[in-house]
């Protein structure tokens, strides 16, 4: 028995998420009236309605979440400031306003004081995502078994709360709630910090001598090829990531940084038992993604 | 048709990529008369023979290569010394000796000096690999369509290079030859500095303060799974792979935490034109990959 959930939900930027929040939502009719659909990019709009995403498409969004009693923010989270002041005087009461950013302090820094009285907030992260781009990019499965992060304040109601995890249980995906600052952290370390690093040794390589450079990328064996995967993803979402999720990232860095120079130190001095027992340890963390369902 | 290219092969180490040589052969019947197993591990050499993999099996190395017109060590490079030194007074004139280790000027170095006059050192390199261990790893279809690198010196026969390209061949791999120097430089950056890279952040994440890091592992969203599943491989091999690579993986190290400390600063200063740069030229990399067939 399918719950209806919002009679009109609005989806701000047509990416890769917001593409497959909308083709999850069709293998699942009822949990949503009408699926508008609003983006700035012309051709992202235009493709969208090709695909036939939603039931209607605006390339304002303040005129496309007039009426509506769910929004939801997909567009990279540095935009988010300007989005939140341009549809707030256009929000109805009662509206439940939404986001899908991976970093959850700023957006509460970012969206929270454009907020108008009568409607809620209640930030979300699904962590869910390949390394594609744009309205093509809308998988029907990407939430199916994944965790989606609600990072709620006192300020959001609770009834708002529970219809976004609803949605989101509709969608497929598992939620937790916890704050926007022990969510920043963890992230930094699963996601934001491995994106630093791919996005880094892709560079390395590239610099090297012309010659070997060829060869790096004929004879590219499977740890590179994992590393490029996921360097492969948007610049702009990712730039906005960085920058908006600086505090942890920088420090989850500075970690990494001295355990990296003290195995380099480890394999100067040919210090074999350093690097077993750490290489043991990856393991063992490892085999506890798997014991919980997570690799 | 298929031709003979061994009429007494032996497998020195019935691990996960002995087991694949094994298993592939199976695949191409006729490419190998007899194939003979030997691992100094009871456990893996019964298991070996349980799954059937070669046709006589012994524990003792030295016992193993008599008769034998090829040997292919395929232990952690940390024992191909002893082993070299040990089964070297039992080997036969005219055969060729060869090995799959990931680094090849310490394995010039270690083998080099053992082989008698006579036998052909060919050392060679598939870039194949999962991050499973073990005689029940093997995989018939691991080597299809992958790199295997050699890198012979002067002292090799030429038909005894032809000959191991040929196997590699029959194994379903590509052969490239190149020096045991450059050999070593493209992989410490292809596949040595991504593990080091991987065993440490898993390191980083186990630090992190208990509560965190249970979130951690239940939270690990794409960019972590990826990292954490290069970080299971085996730690004796990796560490020997570290030690005897140093000089490259210690430069590509060093060069990697240029860039990472860069690209961190760059976050830190807001510098979004060049994370943005940083983040288009790994696409592009990872745009040849797909071009070159190796992603």
């Keep these: 028995m399918v719950e209806l959930l919002f ?13 497959s929040i909308a083709r999850t939502l069709q293998t699942v009719p009822g949990v ?16 969208a309605q090709e695909l036939g995403l939603g039931a209607e498409y605006f390339a304002d969004p303040g005129e496309a979440v007039k009426g509506a009693d769910g929004v939801i923010l997909c567009t990279p989270v540095g935009s988010f400031a300007a989005i939140a002041e341009a549809i707030a005087p256009h929000l109805t009461k009662g509206c439940i306003l939404s986001d899908v950013g991976s970093t959850k302090q700023s957006v509460l820094r970012d969206v929270g004081p454009h907020v108008p009285p009568g409607v809620s907030f209640v930030p979300a992260h699904p962590l869910a995502g390949t390394e594609f781009s744009g309205p093509d990019a809308g998988l ?10 609600l990072t709620p304040d006192e300020t959001a109601a609770p009834e708002a709360v529970k219809k976004i995890e609803a949605l989101w249980t509709a969608l497929g995906a598992r939620t937790a709630k916890m704050t926007p600052a022990h969510h920043d952290r963890v992230i930094a370390i699963v996601s934001h910090l491995p994106h630093l690093i791919a996005f880094t040794i892709c560079g390395t390589a590239d610099d090297l001598a012309d010659e070997t450079r060829d060869e790096v990328l004929q004879f590219a064996a499977s740890g590179f090829r994992d590393f490029t995967r996921i360097a492969a993803s948007d610049p702009v979402m990712w730039r906005d990531i960085f920058i908006n999720n600086k505090d942890a990232l920088l420090e989850m860095f500075s970690r990494f940084s001295e355990d990296a120079q003290a195995m ?15 290489i043991n340890r990856s393991r063992k963390i490892r085999k506890s993604l798997i014991d919980l369902k997570q690799a």
Tied chains: 1, 2.
């Design 264 to 278: 380099a130190r480890a394999v100067r001095w040919n210090d074999t038992a350093y690097i077993e027992d750490k």
């Design 7 to 19: 009679k009109r939900l609005v989806i701000i930027g047509i990416g890769h998420i917001g593409a």
């Design 140 to 149: 029907a499965d990407l939430f199916q078994g994944r965790w989606c992060l």
């Design 32 to 47: 949503v009236e009408t699926l508008v659909i609003s983006d700035t990019s012309p051709a992202h709009l235009k493709r």
